[in-house]
């Protein structure tokens, strides 16, 4: 199972209310194009003190992921995909290949890095959370590992 992860925020003077209504409405449209897709408001994005969202979008295996980013812009669903994309400012990516859990878009996360010098079986044993996903390619500043919580403050779902 892997995510895809999307960081992003809106452009200065863009709505809020708005850019979330885009947002959702891009996530609806994904239909069966995703195993599941969410996204969150984040008062911190895990990588810098700025605000933002996070979309999470899970597809079975690495060719799936070609099929999604087209799937973004197809006829059906560029318009919406378009309309958020058109308020956005600036974004940043990850690829995360699910470790251990629940193959669902975590309500919570805690953002860490294995220590250094630490392997990575005894890091990930000694991890008791929900799920853990592991980054596996980055595309902007993706922090290296997400562990699931049941809630964290400032994280609100958007979507769905």
Same mark, same amino acid.
């Given at each position: 199972?892997?995510?895809?992860?999307? *960081?992003? @925020?809106?452009?200065?003077?863009?709505?809020?209310?708005?850019?979330?209504?885009?947002?959702?409405?891009?996530?609806?449209?994904?239909?069966?194009? &995703?195993l599941a897709s969410a996204a969150y408001?984040?008062?911190? #994005?895990?990588?810098?003190?700025? =605000?933002?969202?996070? =979309? *999470?979008? #899970?597809?079975?295996?690495?060719?799936?992921?070609?099929?999604?980013n087209a799937a973004a812009v197809d006829?059906? @669903?560029?318009?919406?995909? =378009?309309?958020?994309?058109?308020?956005?400012?600036?974004? *940043?990516?990850?690829?995360?290949?699910?470790?251990?859990?629940?193959?669902?878009?975590?309500?919570?996360?805690?953002?860490?890095?294995?220590? @250094?010098?630490?392997?990575?079986? /005894? $890091? #990930?044993? /000694?991890? /008791?959370?929900?799920?853990?996903?592991? @980054?596996?390619?980055?595309?902007?500043?993706?922090?290296? $590992?997400?562990?699931?919580?049941?809630?964290?403050?400032?994280? =609100?779902? &958007?979507?769905p």
């Open positions: 199972m892997l995510a895809y992860l999307f *960081w992003h @925020r809106p452009a200065a003077g863009i709505d809020r209310g708005e850019y979330e209504a885009r947002l959702s409405a891009f996530h609806q449209a994904l239909g069966d194009a &995703v408001r984040l008062e911190r #994005l895990p990588f810098t003190e700025t =605000d933002g969202f996070e =979309d *999470w979008y #899970l597809v079975e295996e690495w060719g799936r992921l070609g099929e999604l006829e059906t @669903r560029g318009p919406p995909h =378009d309309g958020v994309a058109s308020l956005a400012a600036e974004g *940043w990516g990850g690829v995360y290949a699910l470790v251990s859990g629940e193959p669902l878009p975590p309500e919570g996360a805690r953002w860490q890095a294995k220590p @250094r010098g630490e392997s990575y079986e /005894s $890091f #990930l044993e /000694s991890q /008791s959370a929900p799920s853990v996903w592991q @980054r596996q390619m980055v595309l902007g500043p993706a922090p290296e $590992f997400c562990l699931a919580e049941e809630r964290t403050p400032g994280r =609100d779902r &958007v979507w």
